[in-house]
């Protein structure tokens, strides 16, 4: 059983989930018997072959789908619906198009009923950290993909959230323009010390913005492995991916996930 922090954001004690299978009758268990916790301002990102339940943990911890067996809890309470103090995002930024960048980072503001000049004041100071402030009255379709993720990360925010449930958002994106956003999440986590569950299949992106990654098996999920990354500098993926002990943190996350690939 991975250690509990002495204060828990997000925890899951003993979770199992299970789906009916209707095409070939009885159940699929996606992850069993799951159990972890993650600290204040604490990132941890969760690796695993295809299919062993990662997004499935996220969906469970945002309160969208509950848990067929055991417990999730934000700020140490019990998660049975959607959680305003919970945001997620995904791998697509899903900005609408007929609002502006800075109308779309004002939604979640809105739907909670935030007065308009504070919806404002919010979303530019947001986009301003995002480096978009030269953006903020341009569509969706106007900007790049790196940039739309941007804008979708001060959305993001803008609601203050807890914790933070990231399902690869940057995976659709190509190699440079991720290091880019890798760099400026790591630096916006760091800053507001954030609380965030990262899913990701690049092994140096789990290093380079993580205190500690977490292996799953095949299905059904299980955590077989608690992995602290300590290496400095957390804040600046930029300079921690280039540590020569990266090298050394993905040949075991490989040796890992290659057992689990076999075993499947």
Not at 10 to 27: I, S, Y
Not at 211 to 237: A, Y
Request: charged fraction near 25%; aromatic fraction near 4%.
């Amino acid at each position: 059983m991975i250690a509990k922090p002495d204060t828990a954001r997000l925890e899951f004690r003993q979770v199992t989930k299970r789906f009916a299978n209707p095409r070939q009758g009885g159940v699929v268990v996606a992850v069993e018997d799951v159990t972890f916790s993650i600290a204040d301002g604490e990132v941890v990102s969760l690796i695993g072959p295809s299919g062993c339940g990662k997004s499935t943990l996220l969906n469970m911890g945002s309160g969208l789908d509950p848990a067929t067996e055991g417990q999730v809890f934000v700020d140490g309470e019990l998660v049975t619906k959607p959680n305003r103090h919970v945001a997620f995002m995904l791998q697509k930024d899903l900005l609408l198009p007929w609002r502006t960048i800075r109308e779309n980072v004002e939604l979640g503001l809105e739907i909670q009923g935030t007065a308009a000049a504070q919806r404002r004041e919010t979303a530019l100071a947001l986009l301003a950290k995002c480096r978009l402030s030269d953006f903020v009255e341009h569509y969706p379709h106007q900007l790049s993909g790196g940039m739309r993720q941007r804008a979708a990360l001060a959305r993001t925010l803008a609601v203050d959230p807890v914790v933070l449930l990231m399902d690869e958002p940057f995976s659709a994106l190509d190699a440079q323009t991720k290091m880019v956003l890798q760099q400026d999440l790591g630096r916006t986590l760091a800053d507001t010390r954030k609380t965030a569950l990262f899913i990701t299949h690049d092994l140096v992106e789990a290093i380079a913005l993580s205190d500690r990654i977490l292996v799953m098996s095949h299905r059904p999920g299980r955590i077989i492995e608690e992995i602290p990354v300590e290496i400095p500098g957390r804040d600046n993926p930029m300079t921690r991916r280039q540590d020569p002990k990266v090298g050394v943190y993905v040949k075991r996350l490989m040796d890992l996930l290659h057992v689990e690939q076999a075993a499947a």
